[in-house]
């Protein structure tokens, strides 16, 4: 089959694992629907695994029958998952890499952006003041391709506009009542579009959805244009891109902020070609 090897799995796996407190070595939240690597047993979110043999495939000039466990190395040729005592399925490695959305640059650095330290941009991007001024009643007509990056990097999957336009729905929506402070305070207002965001995007980004509508936040708050946002958050970063400049402000250098990221060896050619 297109999904793996299908033996009568009932559809309770697809809930949260109870089973296991400790968090997904990959996107470090609770693990959801638990699988398993058939030789070493180190536990994943299914999706998180499935696309991790996925990226690794995509490095590749002639993808293999097994992939190395991102956490003992070890080859491994399917993923256990949808196991309930009795049953279980099992996905057979590349068995479907054609199809696999590959990573961009842009893709990357933007995921790893969601392992830093939050609040690294809020002394340059004043969220306060954009409420404060009403801004977010002026439109932001990148605001579309950037969330769509965000999801992709975030999902890692190509195809995402429905979420994005369910996201932007909300958003437009919100930004589109023009109260003022004589009937709403601006931090009722903030407090409203940080809940909404979240109910909106939680289904889909689970553990990183507090952290997507920060970066939503900031975003919006900043002003800027895809390219001059991203700029501004590498230099921050103390990272170098290509196409992108590290020169000091008017004000002095940037303090530098090294991200917090996982060891997983995806993210280790984020300055490679794509």
Not at 42 to 64: E, G, M, N
Not at 76 to 103: A, M, P, T
Not at 117 to 123: A, K, T, V
Request: net charge negative; glycine share 4%.
């Amino acid at each position: 089959m297109a999904q793996g090897q299908e033996l009568n799995v009932c559809s309770s796996s697809a809930s949260p694992s109870s089973e296991d407190s400790n968090p997904c070595p990959i996107c470090l939240a609770p693990i959801f629907r638990l699988s398993y690597l058939d030789k070493c047993f180190h536990k994943f979110c299914y999706k998180c695994i499935l696309q991790w043999t996925r990226v690794v495939a995509s490095k590749q000039s002639d993808p293999s029958s097994s992939v190395k466990c991102p956490l003992c190395k070890t080859d491994n040729f399917s993923i256990i998952h949808g196991y309930d005592g009795c049953s279980f399925q099992k996905h057979y490695i590349n068995q479907d890499s054609g199809n696999c959305f590959v990573l961009s640059s842009a893709h990357k650095y933007r995921l790893q952006c969601y392992y830093t330290e939050p609040g690294f941009l809020d002394d340059i991007f004043d969220a306060s003041r954009y409420w404060k001024s009403f801004k977010y009643l002026q439109p932001n007509c990148w605001l579309q391709n950037w969330l769509r990056r965000e999801i992709q990097a975030l999902m890692q999957e190509e195809d995402v506009d429905i979420i994005m336009h369910h996201i932007f729905g909300v958003i437009k929506s919100l930004m589109s009542h023009k109260q003022k402070c004589q009937t709403i305070t601006y931090e009722v207002k903030q407090r409203e579009f940080q809940e909404a965001i979240s109910d909106a995007a939680r289904p889909f980004l689970a553990a990183r959805t507090d952290r997507f509508v920060n970066e939503v936040e900031l975003f919006l708050a900043s002003g800027l244009n895809i390219e001059a946002y991203d700029a501004v958050c590498i230099q921050r970063l103390g990272w170098s891109a290509r196409g992108v400049t590290t020169e000091a402000t008017a004000e002095g250098e940037i303090a530098e902020h090294r991200p917090v990221i996982p060891y997983l060896h995806s993210f280790d050619d984020f300055d490679s070609s794509d």
